[in-house]
C-alpha cells in the first residue's frame, strides 16, 4: 500500500509538471510540419509519429528543467507553476526531466542516425539555456537565439525523421525561428521585475518594453515577405503568401495594444495563449502551402 501511495503521489506530481508546461507542445507541433512539408502532406506513419512523440518529451524535459532551473525568478514574478508554488518538489521534477530526456533519445535511435543526431543538438543547447558555464537564459540576446534555435531544430527533425531534409522544410523551420525570435521577449515582458533582480539581461530589460514590442511587429511583417520568396522561389503555392499574411497580420494586430499595457504582467501572460495558437496557425499555413 505505501508503494502504491507512493507511486500515485509521483504521478500526480508528473502530471502537474507536464500540464503546466503545456506549452512544450508546440515545439512537437513544428516536428509534426517538418514531416508534413518534407512529404507534401502526406509523411510516412511511424516516423513522423515517432518524430512526434520525441520532439513533445524533449521539449517537455527541457521545459521542467528550466523551471527548476528558474525557480527563484518564478516565485518572485508570482507565475504559476507547481514548482514555484511547491505542489511538486526539485527532485521530483528533475527526476521527470531527466527520465523524458533518456526516453526521447533513445526514441529518436530508433528512428534514424539523423534525428537522433538533431535530438542530440536540440538537448544539448536546452540544458545549456539554464545551466553554467552557458546560462543562456541570462546573456543578452543569446536567451532569444537559444530559443529560436531550439525551435529550428525542432522543425528539423520533422524533416529528418522522414528521410527529408529539403529547402521547404529548412524554410518552415527558419519561419518558426524568426516567430521565436519575436515573441519569446514578448513572454519576457511579464517577467520583468524577477528577470531585473537576477540580473539577466533581456531584451525588454536592455533595449526597453515599447522597441522590443515594435521589434517583434517588424519581424511579423518581414515574414509575410518571406512568405512571398517561399512561393516564388520554393515551390509553395499561393496559399502560402495569403495565408502566412494574415496570420502576420493578426500577431500585430494582437501585439499593438500592448504598446500601452505592457506593465500589466498578467495582461501579458494572457496574450501568450493566443500566440501560442497564432503559432500554430502560421505553421499550418506553411503545410497548406506546401501540398
Given amino acids: ?65 528550466n523551471d527548476v532551473m ?64 552557458t546560462n543562456f537564459r541570462d546573456r543578452f540576446l543569446l536567451k532569444q537565439l537559444s530559443i529560436a534555435g531550439g525551435a529550428l531544430i525542432s522543425s528539423l527533425t520533422g524533416g529528418a525523421a522522414v528521410g527529408t531534409l529539403s529547402w521547404s522544410v529548412l524554410f518552415a523551420g527558419l519561419m518558426f525561428f524568426a516567430y521565436a525570435v519575436a515573441m519569446s521577449p514578448i513572454v519576457d515582458l511579464g517577467d520583468i521585475e524577477g528577470d531585473r533582480k537576477r540580473g539577466r539581461k533581456t531584451l525588454p530589460i536592455v533595449w526597453g518594453p515599447e522597441y522590443t514590442i515594435r521589434l517583434a511587429m517588424a519581424i511579423m511583417l518581414s515574414m509575410m515577405v518571406a512568405g512571398i520568396v517561399g512561393y516564388y522561389q520554393l515551390g509553395f503555392n499561393l496559399a502560402l503568401p495569403t495565408l502566412v499574411s494574415l496570420v502576420c497580420l493578426a500577431c500585430v494586430w494582437v501585439l499593438y495594444p500592448l504598446l ?30 506546401a501540398i
Avoid at 507541433?29 to 509519429?49: D, N
Avoid at 500601452?260 to 495558437?277: A, E, N, P, T
Wanted: charge should be positive.
Fill in 1 to 65: 500500500m505505501k508503494l502504491k501511495g507512493w507511486l500515485l503521489e509521483r504521478l500526480r506530481a508528473y502530471s502537474w509538471c507536464i500540464k503546466s508546461r503545456a506549452r512544450a507542445f508546440s515545439f512537437a507541433w513544428a516536428t509534426l510540419i517538418g514531416s508534413l512539408v518534407a512529404s507534401r502532406g502526406i509523411p510516412p506513419l511511424l516516423p513522423a509519429l515517432g518524430a512526434v512523440i520525441v520532439g513533445s518529451v524533449i521539449a517537455l524535459s527541457i521545459y521542467i528543467f
Fill in 70 to 133: 528558474d525557480l527563484d525568478v518564478d516565485r518572485i514574478n508570482l507565475v504559476d507553476r507547481p514548482i514555484a508554488q511547491e505542489k511538486v518538489s526539485k527532485r521530483e521534477a528533475l527526476s521527470l526531466a531527466f527520465f523524458l530526456t533518456a526516453v526521447g533519445a533513445v526514441l529518436s535511435l530508433f528512428i534514424n542516425l539523423t534525428t537522433f543526431l538533431l535530438c542530440v543538438a536540440g538537448i544539448a543547447l536546452g540544458f545549456a539555456y539554464s545551466t553554467r558555464p
Fill in 260 to 289: 500601452g499595457r505592457w506593465q500589466d504582467s498578467q495582461y501579458c501572460r494572457i496574450l501568450v495563449k493566443k500566440w501560442i495558437f497564432l503559432h500554430f496557425m502560421l505553421q499550418l499555413s506553411i503545410v497548406i502551402g
